[in-house]
């Protein structure tokens, strides 16, 4: 009894081994993946759950003639994005780089902070000859809510003074290429509009659908600028 106790003990622990090994060489494969250049000539989406919820912005698909590497992470924050972004966006070297980027700063950190990440990974991208699209942020709240910038609503007001920064700072920043979400998706109270929001912060598949051209033609923009 005790013998055939002990064998199975054995075989258990072979077959942990086994899995564990396993594992561990499917992670490896998927780092090496993840840190090779692109195969094809691509620009990367780097964001947060807006990016990463694109359905039509997903890995694999195609805009401008350009292979698309979503790197978006839900619930990230532009510290985190900062930190990832030699492994996530340089040693890819794509041709262009989407910055979308923010929202999930407003209850962390000030908005200087935010404006620095952001000015850090665009001079990242530059110093390594990658054109660069920088996102403003989208609205948050629904349509009809009644809450504006002008309420007092502190969400709306960061999103306005963190999109009138970036376009200030693109427009001193040669070859800085701006996608402007917020115009075609916000309301005169800068919350989205109607039917363009799930929860009032994620864009539904009309909001992206309004996004799609925008991001289109920032990226036929871009590959002018570099020539």
Partial sequence: MALFTDLILRWRLKLFLGIAVSLLAVMLVMTSLRQQPCAEVCVVLMGDSITALWPDAATGKELASLQIVNRGVPGGDTAHMLSRFHHDVIR???KVV?????VNDFVRVPLSSTEQN???MVEKADSNGIRVILATLPPTGKHGSGISASSGDSGHQKIRLLNDWIKDYAAKKKNLVIV???SVLADEHGSYLEGFTVDGIHPTAQGYARMQPLLRDALLAALRAGT
Avoid: C, M
């Avoid at 989407?98 to 923010?102: A, F, K, M, Y």
């Fill in 92 to 94: 890819l070297r794509p």
């Fill in 98 to 102: 989407v910055i979308e980027g923010g």
């Fill in 118 to 120: 952001l000015q850090a």
């Fill in 180 to 182: 402007d979400y917020y």
